[in-house]
């Protein structure tokens, strides 16, 4: 799997819920045993890879991250500017 594919994966799961938690998705790419798609950094989290992630934003520019809950969802009126919460 690309990294556009795994981008493109997640999209679908965004889309299909209207929110994706970031541990699902990166534990659905690590499992994919490619350290492009899911990694673990220096804390021992389990990271989206950095351009599987920059194509998911690329392609959801009406999502935001919820850190609190470490998970995208759609923008609301209410949010406020950039892409995190």
């Given at each position: 799997?690309?990294e556009?594919?795994?981008?493109?994966?997640?999209?679908?799961?965004?889309?299909?819920c209207?929110?994706?938690?970031q541990?699902?998705?990166?534990?659905?790419?690590?499992?994919?045993?490619?350290?492009?798609?899911?990694?673990?950094?220096?804390?021992?989290?389990?990271?989206?890879?950095?351009?599987?992630?920059?194509?998911?934003?690329?392609?959801?520019?009406?999502?935001?991250?919820?850190?609190?809950?470490?998970?995208?969802?759609?923008?609301?009126?209410?949010?406020?500017?950039g892409?995190?919460?």
């Open positions: 799997m690309t556009l594919q795994a981008a493109r994966w997640m999209l679908r799961e965004f889309r299909q209207g929110f994706l938690y541990e699902l998705a990166a534990s659905h790419l690590f499992h994919l045993n490619d350290p492009k798609l899911a990694y673990f950094d220096k804390a021992s989290n389990l990271c989206v890879g950095k351009r599987v992630l920059a194509e998911f934003n690329r392609l959801t520019p009406n999502a935001v991250y919820e850190r609190s809950g470490k998970f995208w969802r759609f923008r609301l009126d209410t949010d406020q500017p892409r995190q919460q």
